[in-house]
């Protein structure tokens, strides 16, 4: 991280005394965040025992998948800096869904990702459940083919749609082809008939 925004970091930590952040922090030998009492900085943090901790009021995060749904679960409001890759889409998503911006002052986030977080809980099978069913299935059956996705077998053709866009050039083609006669049809006609009436 560019080191101007890890000081903008801890100068906005700074502004909130009264509330503690967690950094996970790659180097914290170097002493970043020292002289600051209300950042914990280290290599590694419980980032799901985090999220579910009552006090916790937000995320800040690079807009990662797991973070997200992590988050999502656990009902916490994000704030979301892309850095690559998914994540600037992942950072829309949230912005889409309200569950994450101006967070510390703003119940609508809070409210929103609790929301997310019970409709999570409500699904008739938890992800621990369907996980172990699948695992149970694939050990009782084997490699059936059943639990693979379906594109894992299609060739290139039909997976890039390389037959829809060859029908679509053929039909754009023969739609070029077909107003190239009419037109020339018509010039033939409109000829004929001028030629005939400067005869006349």
Do not use: C
Not at 44 to 65: C, N
Not at 69 to 98: H, M
Not at 115 to 134: D, G, N, P, V, Y
Request: proline content about 4%; hydrophobic content about 45%.
């Amino acid at each position: 991280m560019p080191s101007h925004v890890k000081t903008a970091f801890l100068e906005a930590f700074k502004e909130f005394p009264d509330i503690l952040f967690f950094w996970k922090y790659e180097k914290p030998e170097d002493g970043t965040a020292a002289q600051i009492p209300n950042v914990f900085i280290d290599k590694w943090l419980p980032q799901r025992d985090l999220l579910y901790h009552p006090k916790m009021l937000a995320f800040i995060t690079h807009g990662g998948q797991n973070s997200l749904n992590e988050a999502a679960a656990a009902g916490v409001p994000l704030i979301s800096l892309p850095v690559f890759a998914d994540q600037p889409q992942i950072t829309e998503l949230i912005k889409y869904r309200g569950l994450g911006l101006e967070i510390l002052n703003n119940k609508k986030y809070q409210e929103k990702a609790k929301l997310i977080s019970r409709m999570i809980q409500a699904r008739t099978l938890s992800t621990k459940e369907s996980f172990i069913k699948h695992i149970e299935f694939a050990a009782e059956f084997g490699d059936t083919g059943t639990l693979s996705a379906e594109g894992a077998n299609q060739n290139m053709f039909v997976l890039y749609s390389l037959d829809v866009i060859g029908f679509l050039a053929l039909v754009v083609v023969l739609t070029v082809l077909l107003l190239k006669w009419v037109i020339s049809l018509l010039y033939k006609v409109i000829s004929s008939r001028m030629t005939k009436s400067k005869k006349d």
